[in-house]
């Protein structure tokens, strides 16, 4: 079992920065698959970028080259950097672990994200 607490969300204008960070507990956390997903309103929830248990990060082309997911395994957390936000990018936002990409995972509850224009 895992348990994720997401924190870091807030309002920020348009090309400002945020950083968000996801605690994890309960588990071996450096095993992990560490994701951060997103949900804005009227859409379904994507993935924003994903790192791995090695260290090796991918990321969804809306946010490549704006954000970077990082983790620290002797904190148990992983990070998103979010630079040069956009209205578009304003969404709950969503931790994720999963043992293997084909599980659903554990998630958090969620840490809310407005960028204003």
């Known amino acids: 079992q895992v348990q994720l607490v997401e924190s870091g969300g807030g309002l920020v204008h348009a090309g400002g920065s945020l950083r968000l960070s996801c605690e994890a507990s309960?588990?071996?956390?450096?095993?992990?698959?560490m994701g951060w997903y997103r949900q804005a309103p009227g859409k379904q929830r994507e993935l924003v970028a994903r790192?791995?248990?090695?260290?090796?990060?991918n990321y969804a082309d809306s946010v490549l080259g704006r954000f970077t997911i990082s983790r620290d395994n002797a904190k148990n957390t992983v990070y998103l950097q979010m630079n040069s936000l956009k209205p578009e990018d304003t969404a709950d936002y969503y931790c994720?672990?999963?043992?293997?990409?084909?599980?659903?995972?554990?998630w958090g509850q969620g840490t809310q994200v407005t960028v204003s224009s």
């Open positions: 994720n672990a999963r043992q293997r990409p084909d599980q659903y995972g554990y």
């Open positions: 790192i791995s248990n090695g260290g090796s990060p």
């Open positions: 309960g588990s071996i956390f450096s095993s992990y698959i």
